[in-house]
């Protein structure tokens, strides 16, 4: 049986009474296109913000847009190569032009399997630029506009893994950036003085288009079933044998940008099964 992305419904989404969350203020997301950003943009405009969605793929973050407001949010969408600084000053620009921002989140992110003596240069430039330069600089470009609200208080929310915590092998630059993200939210927090407050979040396997495209191969090259992938070698380590579903890390980052999370300062929220402290 195929496994398939999930469908967001409203009932899935945790939405939490917080006076910040309002339509005035402003939240970023990347890569909203699917997946993790997907689910992350719906369940904050499903709690009162206003999303601004950035994608290089304008057709399916026009489609996340779709569903937030159908589900009762309210997002917009820009296209965005997150490897140009052109684009981020202008995705920053257009968000400070809808609103106030107060908050961003990190979360887009491509994957290259591949040893670190075969790793290619050109794919290492790449991912850094997108996984970890990009988060800096819309963290540099977002933070003056966060100080300058009425509270001066802002959040920046940083998709981190299991990998920033354990490395496997054949992933060096995906580990790397992901140790780089939860530095960054660190980095952030220490400067931010209680009001910028940054946090990482960090999963396992998670229903999403990048995870579930491996299941296939995987499954054709041991000769066992998609069931038997999921649950015997990407959920091996985990006490929990069911990836998560995206809407769940997008909850995640609903708790970390909320009230209920003063006293998140630069910590990493995992969310692994068991995957890392259990093993």
């Known amino acids: 049986m195929e496994i398939r992305e999930p469908e967001i419904t409203r009932d899935q989404i945790l939405v939490l009474d917080d006076p910040s969350f309002t339509s005035e203020n402003v939240c970023i997301v990347t890569g909203v296109g699917g997946g993790i950003g997907r689910a992350t943009a719906i369940a904050c405009s499903v709690n009162g913000l206003h999303v601004l969605g950035l994608d290089i793929n304008i057709e399916e973050a026009e489609n996340t847009v779709k569903m937030a407001n159908a589900l009762g949010g309210e997002m917009s969408a820009m296209r965005v190569d997150l490897a140009k600084d052109d684009d981020l000053v202008h995705a920053v620009d257009e968000a400070s032009s809808i609103g106030k921002v107060k908050y961003l989140a990190n979360i887009a992110g491509i994957q290259h399997i591949d040893s670190v003596e075969n790793f290619p240069m050109e794919k290492y430039d790449l991912m850094q630029k997108i996984m970890l330069r990009a988060p800096f600089y819309l963290s540099k470009l977002t933070i003056p506009l966060m100080k300058k609200s009425s509270d001066g208080v802002g959040v920046v929310g940083n998709m981190s893994s299991v990998h920033g915590h ?77 990836m998560m579903s995206p809407v769940d890390v997008g909850n995640i980052f609903v708790i970390g940008f909320s009230k209920y999370s003063n006293y998140l300062v630069g910590g990493d929220l995992l969310f692994d099964g068991g995957m890392v402290l259990t093993y």
Request: charge should be positive.
């Open 166 to 242: 354990i490395c496997t092998m054949h992933k060096p630059v995906y580990n790397i950036t992901k140790f780089g993200l939860r530095a960054l939210s660190q980095s952030i927090s220490a400067e931010g003085a209680g009001k910028i407050r940054s946090f990482s979040v960090s999963v396992g396997f998670v229903k999403t288009g990048l995870a579930l495209k491996q299941i296939p191969a995987q499954a054709a090259q041991r000769g066992i079933s998609h069931e038997e992938v999921v649950r015997d070698v990407m959920m091996g380590k985990s006490r929990v044998k069911e």
